[in-house]
């Protein structure tokens, strides 16, 4: 598949301090594809040179084949964005400010106006002004007006910013649907790690201006060399000890079980001898790498925003 955006050797300089160092990566039609990194990582710095709010020290950013820098009217016509906090028109209702975006593009129909104010949940308040509004409410609005046009590449930063967990969800789910159904390519920024694991399709860690790594979701989270297993079982401290004396594993008490490095073709053996030795097993459950587990390895425990 052809990518739709494509970022090769992007620098940033910001005086003699290089900010942004020679970020070279591929997003695709239809797929969700998530931007992580620690504070001042260059996230959003990135972020508003993809869309034209930032200029680029070298390199090139191309979007549905259009140059950023060099075709920006033609390349930012397929790009809705919201970076940051979504500013509106504040005396003016949720509908008047739709109508006012509106008429900077052209062809938006007021079909297409009530179309995104359904799919974002708004149908009870959008006759009501901005300034009434809590800052989930004011986020719906924002990602609405990102969608008015049609884009073919949505850019959110922080986009479940001030959300309830109801809402988090629906943003979660609709993105999803965005990309499966319309083929919208979606590049999100967040925080919030385990919902970036449930909405992403690829992940990318940047850190110092640097891109770390580019895997798709389920390759980050499970790449490990062995698997970590909890056992249930009773007496626990008996249970490590018969562990480590017959099976050639590690093994370590937890206040839920007792957690062993082993490969899959190892877990026979082990209850085998831990039934022998009359230890109660209750059940035995694999321990998945979480996305905060990897992010944290990776970055070697830097805090992200």
Known sequence: MESLVQLKNVKKKIGKKEIIKG??????????????????????TTIRMMMGLMSITEGEIIIAGKNITTEYSEAIQYVGGIVENPEMYKFLTGYQ?????????????????????????LQNRIREKVKTYSLGMRQRLGLAQALLHNPKLLILDEPTNGLDPAGIREIRDYMRRLAREEGLAVIVSSHLLSEMEMMCDRIAIIQQGSIVDVKAMNDFVSEKESDVHLFSCEPKMEAVRFIKEQCDVSAVETIDGVEVTVVKSEIPRIVKVLVENDIKIYGIAPMKKTLEDRFLEVTGGTSIG
């Open 97 to 121: 400010n739709l109508i006012h975006f509106a008429r900077m593009h052209k062809g938006i129909t007021k079909q297409r106006i009530d179309e995104v104010i359904k799919l974002v949940g």
């Open 23 to 44: 970020l070279t990566f591929d997003v695709y039609p239809g797929e969700v594809f998530g931007f992580l990194g620690p504070n001042g990582a260059g996230k959003t």
